[in-house]
């Protein structure tokens, strides 16, 4: 019998504890919370453990050089639940500076300790971070790029920031959040430290559905076109069909651009989303969810493909759950 007592398996720095429970597993990733009964070959299906360290993680981190406690920016989602949790799962204390209107009140429960503020109050945030002794700080969570146009809470400091940007894409704006809290003496870190293992390696996710010849020649057409799309900071997702690009996501985001191209293309589409080509994993990091899911269902899109080892992947059993009743394949892409 397995128990957390027994010495945990390092996955990179994530920890993984294994339960036996009357011929079923109970698995515990990152968060220290049982996830609920699977056989223990379903574990290490959907871990999906290589054999060998990917080249891909040089770099990834012990648990013994996590560091001793962290700020974490919260937008909107799960991405910055799940890395609160993991973060204190590894003896990190979090401190979260929660945005008004984007972050889940979960974030309670889930942090050490949440002050809560408007986009855009900057000075308060960097007063209330050096207030918390916070020198590293993570940035996760959803915040609409049309939120930009919205100058409500904007403080002088966030004005001041915004005028020396050179455009307002993404990457220009998040470098500039970058910048001014660096000035501050306050280190932007990975956002994926503590989740490599939700990072899939190159692999087909539905085994039992892999992509059609005419899918993987839209996802062969398609996923070059993605990654000059997203090396330009336009977005991260196109969808195709038949070698044509039906949409490129704007600022709308993924889930209205998946429904658009199923308004103009109908059934049948391939989504594809990317990493940057110099993807920096202190921001916008491409995340695959439930809702991208619901969102190919709802528009009768055939597949998937999202790039290895740089996509975090959320809620993967009901993932998968959702694209074998859809009829959908998924797969990752090197490269």
């Known amino acids: 019998m397995w128990g957390r007592d027994a010495p945990p398996l390092e996955l990179w720095g994530g920890r993984f504890f294994v339960q036996l429970d009357n011929d079923a597993v109970r698995a515990s990733a990152s968060t220290g919370h049982d996830t609920g009964p699977w056989r223990i070959a379903a574990v290490f299906m959907q871990m999906n453990f290589p054999d060998e360290r990917p080249d891909h993680a040089e770099g990834w981190p012990a648990?013994?050089?996590f560091p001793r406690r962290i700020g974490l920016i919260a937008g909107g989602g799960d991405?910055?639940?799940l890395l609160a949790r993991s973060a204190r799962a590894n003896?990190?204390?979090?401190i979260v500076f929660a945005l008004k209107g984007f972050a889940s009140r979960e974030m309670e429960m889930a942090a050490d300790k949440v002050e809560w503020l408007e986009l855009g109050q900057a000075e308060k945030a960097i007063q209330l971070m050096h207030a918390h002794g916070i020198t590293e700080v993570?940035?996760?969570?959803?915040?609409?790029?049309n939120s930009i146009f919205q100058y409500r809470h904007f403080d002088w400091r966030a004005l001041k920031a915004l005028?020396?940007?050179v455009n307002k894409k993404a990457d220009s704006l998040l470098g500039i959040v970058t910048s001014e809290l660096e000035r501050a003496g306050?280190?932007?870190?990975?956002?994926t430290m503590f989740l490599k293992s939700l990072m899939p390696g190159a692999e087909l996710l539905t085994p039992a559905r892999p992509p059609t010849k005419r899918e993987r020649h839209d996802i062969d057409f398609g996923y070059p076109i993605a990654k000059v799309v997203a090396?330009?900071?336009?977005g991260q997702t196109i969808v195709v069909k038949d070698g044509v690009v039906a949409a490129v996501e704007g600022i709308e985001g993924t889930d209205e651009c998946i429904l658009r191209a199923g308004r103009l293309a109908g059934g049948g589409c391939v989504v594809i989303k990317v990493s940057k080509p110099r993807q920096d994993n202190r921001f916008d990091v491409p995340v695959i969810g439930r809702q991208t899911l619901l969102?190919?269902?709802e528009s009768h899109c055939a597949a998937l493909a999202f790039s290895a080892w740089q996509c975090l992947l959320f809620d993967r059993e009901e993932v998968l759950r959702i694209a074998s009743e859809a009829d959908i394949a998924i797969i990752t892409v090197e490269g």
């Open 63 to 65: 648990a013994a050089s």
């Open 79 to 81: 991405f910055p639940l």
């Open 91 to 94: 003896g990190v204390e979090i």
């Open 138 to 145: 993570a940035m996760a969570g959803r915040v609409p790029h």
């Open 163 to 165: 005028a020396r940007a």
């Open 186 to 191: 306050i280190r932007v870190i990975d956002s």
């Open 231 to 234: 090396g330009q900071d336009i």
């Open 295 to 297: 969102s190919m269902r």
